[in-house]
């Protein structure tokens, strides 16, 4: 079945770090990349980073830069995603969604999203 | 502030015709034709509606239509249903330094 299943929702004191998984299943998933975005409560989307499980790959948004990584783990078709030194305004819902782009010239669209993950970062 | 400039808001009645902007620079929806439109109902994950412009995903009704002239992409429904009710965003690749940028969104009533 295609679909990508995100681990449950968190609460976290600031400072701390998340990380949050996304297991792909449905397809072969070193065929496509993998990005992450997030949407704050009331709020639109923000593009966070992007895997691309084939090889390794990373891109990440430079406001997130040093905060963030993005792995993947080929042998359980599982991406994840950690931050750290979280802040209030990092309280949103996480997606992990399937990204057409994996290498070269692959087009950049995101055609399969997970769930969500809300993550609440709370004193 | 988003990267990609949206309306806040469009409405129309059941049957006719929407159209939504989204308007960037030269070096996101002008200089690629990566502008993907995403459809999230309340509560839902987004959903890839129109994807390089102007494709169709398989299962996304011929209502819906993509284009871009200049800096400007937008987004068409064309007889409006209730269940279109909805936010909509666009987004475009923006090159080797921002990757991808998002619009704020446009909330789409259908009245």
């Known amino acids: 079945q295609l679909q990508m299943v995100q681990s449950g929702a968190e609460v976290k004191k600031p400072g701390a770090s998340v990380k949050v998984s996304c297991k792909a299943s449905g397809y072969i998933f070193t065929h496509y990349g993998l990005s992450w975005v997030r949407q704050a409560p009331g709020k639109g989307l923000e593009w966070m980073g992007w895997?691309?499980?084939?090889?390794?790959?990373?891109d990440y948004t430079q406001k997130l830069q040093g905060r963030i990584t993005v792995t993947a783990d080929r042998s359980t078709n599982t991406a994840y995603m950690e931050l750290r030194s979280l802040a209030s305004d990092d309280t949103a819902v996480y997606y992990c969604?399937?990204?057409?782009?994996?290498?070269?010239?692959?087009?950049?669209?995101?055609?399969?999203w997970g769930r969500g993950t809300l993550v609440t970062v709370s004193s | 502030q988003s990267a990609l400039t949206q309306p806040p808001s469009a409405s129309g009645s059941p049957g006719q015709s929407v159209t939504i902007s989204c308007t960037g620079t030269?070096?996101?929806?002008?200089?690629?034709?990566?502008v993907s439109w995403y459809q999230q109902h309340p509560g839902k994950a987004p959903k890839l509606m129109i994807s390089?412009?102007?494709k169709r995903p398989s299962g996304v009704p011929d209502r819906f239509s993509g284009s871009k002239s200049g800096n400007t992409a937008s987004l068409t429904v064309s007889g409006l249903q209730a269940e279109d009710e909805a936010d909509y965003y666009c987004s475009s690749y923006a090159g080797s330094e921002n990757y991808i940028v998002f619009g704020g969104g446009t909330k789409l009533t259908v009245l």
């Open positions: 390089e412009v102007n």
């Open positions: 969604a399937r990204d057409r782009y994996s290498t070269g010239n692959d087009p950049r669209y995101f055609d399969l």
């Open positions: 030269s070096s996101d929806v002008g200089g690629h034709n990566y």
């Open positions: 895997i691309s499980p084939y090889n390794g790959k990373t």
